[in-house]
């Protein structure tokens, strides 16, 4: 294959990769092997959309050196290994996808896959060992799971998924049937532990709490009531957008009259814009997996690398709207109790990308309550990967 064809098939690996939701920001990474002794890789720090030929890095398969100014992927060792490999294996992505996640933060991979999906992953698939992002310590932790059984999918613990074949359309294929089996693999542990009845991860999740709050009626959110925001300081000026309508309503961030429709929601979305002058935007996440994690009434530890990145270290629960500007001090979301999470950015890109991860780690939480209690990452490590983590963004940002 030559090598501008290479590039343009991770091009648009990178693309899909962003309109599947496998991953979010710059997370992730996509490369195509060239020949045995070349691949070229996505670069580090940069969006997938909007990514031309000269952004994608050629580097070698046998000593990772590279040319150029753009910086290939620090993952780009995993990707050499599974080439060095599989001599087969022509497109490696490396994904932050939603179950896959749910099951890295647990203490096994999934030691039985049945049907099709065998036919296609492998008979197995493996957990390779934590490591913080881009260090050697996770490139062996995903090497040493790779050499234990020939299989396409290997599940990075509290990190995402790692997923190979013969071409782009064989990798995406592999990822799409390891949330499948994932799960799977969930809902029919939840069945043998807990005896919950779930055949979906949806209900799953609102069964699951009821459970564990031991609740006879599970909490109902008024979706008509769900509101996002934004903030034009410059204006004075917030803005509350109706999820289901698309309805706007306004109110000045600084004093004067409130939003009566809104009520408390829309103070609190006033509270936190003059205690945090850094946000802009609110979404109000109220996906089944949120709200069930809301309703448990206690702080968020990080089970995943981007929810110590993105959303914080840790996210408080605050018992009602009027303390939820004072519980999201230093993060980027908060829950509410039995009503979801706020989940602010500076931007509409950095809420989205808070609502995601929210969602995904509160899918994490309750999957680790299945299986007994899940080790969160390092308090020191989940600080210092959200200090790096803001740095460097806000510096890319900036440019």
Same mark, same amino acid.
């Not at 580097?59 to 993952?75: D, F, M, Q, R």
């Not at 599940?155 to 790692?162: C, D, F, V, Y």
């Given at each position: 294959?030559?090598?501008?064809?290479?590039?343009?098939?991770?091009?648009?690996?990178?693309?899909?990769?962003?309109?599947?939701? =496998?991953?979010?920001?710059? @997370?992730?990474?996509?490369?195509?092997?060239?020949?045995?002794?070349? /691949?070229?890789?996505?670069?580090?720090?940069?969006? +997938?959309?909007?990514?031309?030929?000269?952004?994608?890095?050629?580097?070698?398969?046998?000593?990772?050196? @590279?040319?150029?100014?753009?910086?290939?992927?620090?993952?780009?060792?995993?990707?050499?290994?599974?080439?060095?490999? +599989?001599?087969?294996?022509?497109?490696?992505?490396?994904?932050?996808?939603?179950?896959? #996640?749910?099951?890295?933060?647990?203490?096994?991979?999934?030691? #039985?896959?049945?049907?099709?999906?065998?036919?296609?992953?492998?008979?197995?698939?493996?957990?390779?060992?934590?490591?913080?992002?881009? %260090?050697?310590?996770? *490139?062996?932790?995903?090497?040493?799971?790779?050499?234990?059984?020939?299989?396409?999918?290997?599940?990075?613990?509290?990190?995402?998924?790692?997923?190979?074949?013969?071409?782009?359309?064989?990798?995406?294929?592999?990822?799409?049937?390891?949330?499948?089996?994932?799960?799977? +693999?969930?809902?029919?542990?939840?069945?043998?532990?807990?005896?919950?009845?779930?055949?979906?991860?949806?209900? /799953?999740?609102?069964?699951?709490?009821?459970?564990?709050?031991?609740?006879?009626?599970?909490?109902?959110?008024? *979706?008509?009531?769900?509101?996002?925001?934004?903030?034009?300081?410059?204006?004075?000026?917030?803005? &509350?957008?109706?999820?289901?309508?698309?309805?706007?309503? #306004?109110?000045?961030?600084?004093?004067?009259?409130?939003?009566?429709? =809104?009520?408390?929601?829309?103070?609190?979305?006033?509270?936190?814009?003059?205690?945090?002058?850094? &946000?802009?935007?609110?979404?109000?996440?109220?996906?089944?997996?949120?709200?069930?994690?809301?309703?448990?009434?206690? %702080?968020?530890?990080?089970?995943?690398?981007? /929810?110590?990145?993105?959303?914080?270290?840790?996210?408080?629960?605050? *018992?009602?709207?009027?303390?939820?500007?004072?519980?999201?001090?230093?993060?980027?979301?908060?829950?509410?109790?039995?009503?979801?999470?706020?989940?602010?950015?500076?931007?509409?890109?950095?809420?989205?990308?808070?609502?995601?991860?929210?969602?995904?780690?509160?899918?994490?939480?309750?999957?680790?309550?299945?299986?007994?209690?899940?080790?969160?990452?390092?308090?020191?490590?989940?600080?210092?990967?959200?200090?790096? +983590? %803001?740095?460097?963004?806000?510096?890319?940002?900036?440019?």
């Amino acid at each position: 294959m030559d090598v501008l064809t290479a590039k343009q098939l991770v091009i648009a690996a990178g693309e899909k990769l962003v309109e599947t939701g =496998l991953i979010a920001r710059t @997370w992730g990474n996509v490369s195509c092997r060239v020949d045995d002794k070349t /691949f070229v890789i996505t670069p580090s720090g940069k969006p +997938y959309i909007g990514l031309t030929p000269d952004d994608i890095v050629e580097v070698a398969i046998n000593t990772l050196e @590279w040319g150029g100014n753009v910086k290939p992927s620090s993952e780009k060792g995993i990707h050499a290994d599974v080439y060095k490999a +599989y001599p087969e294996a022509g497109f490696v992505i490396h994904t932050h996808q939603k179950v896959a #996640s749910a099951v890295s933060a647990l203490s096994n991979g999934i030691e #039985s896959v049945a049907g099709e999906a065998a036919k296609l992953i492998g008979n197995v698939i493996h957990l390779g060992g934590y490591g913080l992002p881009g %260090t050697k310590k996770l *490139k062996k932790g995903v090497t040493n799971a790779l050499k234990l059984s020939p299989s396409k999918a290997v599940i990075m613990a509290h990190h995402g998924a790692l997923c190979f074949g013969k071409d782009s359309d064989e990798a995406f294929e592999v990822a799409n049937s390891l949330e499948k089996v994932c799960a799977d +693999y969930i809902l029919e542990n939840a069945k043998a532990k807990l005896g919950l009845k779930s055949d979906n991860l949806d209900d /799953f999740c609102t069964e699951i709490a009821d459970k564990l709050t031991k609740s006879q009626k599970t909490v109902e959110i008024d *979706k008509s009531m769900l509101y996002n925001s934004t903030c034009n300081r410059e204006s004075g000026e917030i803005v &509350f957008t109706n999820q289901t309508d698309g309805s706007e309503i #306004s109110m000045p961030i600084n004093g004067g009259a409130g939003v009566a429709a =809104l009520a408390e929601i829309a103070e609190a979305h006033r509270d936190i814009y003059n205690a945090c002058p850094k &946000f802009n935007n609110i979404i109000h996440n109220a996906s089944n997996e949120v709200v069930a994690v809301s309703r448990l009434g206690k %702080t968020m530890k990080p089970l995943l690398d981007d /929810f110590a990145q993105i959303c914080g270290p840790t996210v408080k629960c605050a *018992k009602s709207y009027d303390k939820a500007a004072k519980a999201i001090k230093g993060k980027n979301a908060v829950l509410i109790k039995d009503k979801g999470a706020l989940c602010c950015g500076a931007n509409e890109g950095d809420a989205q990308a808070v609502d995601m991860i929210m969602s995904k780690s509160g899918l994490t939480l309750l999957t680790a309550k299945v299986f007994g209690k899940s080790k969160a990452i390092n308090p020191a490590e989940a600080w210092l990967m959200r200090i790096v +983590y %803001t740095l460097k963004y806000s510096k890319q940002a900036s440019k």
